[in-house]
Nanobody, 124 residues
């Protein structure tokens, strides 16, 4: 049974940083696509960052490039999202998503498993 549990959300002032974690179980992290999505109130869910765990290739939304970094710890089956230079537009519920044995392109629409989410709030 695939389970994804996020942690690390919270409230921070603009310009601050947060590190999100996603503990995965029920499948091996290696050779999977893992991603972070976010959804702000009244807006559609959007892909933020993805990683193909077999080779480490990463993908980012334009709005977070240069500020967010996605990474993995295969030994611990954990996914991370380091978020720097946060601004109020980054306020949203952040979700971890998994596509076990997914293809290396990590398309935004291929994810089948989702965590419950962790709230990130950035104040100005």
């Amino acid at each position: 049974q695939v389970q994804l549990v996020e942690s690390g959300g919270g409230s921070v002032q603009a310009g601050g940083s947060l590190r999100l974690s996603c503990s995965a179980s029920g499948f091996p992290l290696i050779r999977s696509c893992m991603a972070w999505f976010r959804q702000a109130p009244g807006k559609e869910r959007e892909g933020v960052a993805a990683i193909y765990t077999a080779g480490g290739k990463t993908y980012y939304a334009e709005s977070v490039k240069g500020r967010f970094t996605i990474s993995q710890d295969n030994a611990e089956n954990t996914l991370f999202l380091e978020m720097n230079s946060l601004n109020p537009k980054d306020t949203a519920m952040y979700y971890c998503a998994a596509s076990p044995y997914g293809g290396s392109t990590c398309d935004w629409d291929e994810y089948r498993y989702w965590g419950q989410g962790t709230q990130v709030t950035v104040s100005s």
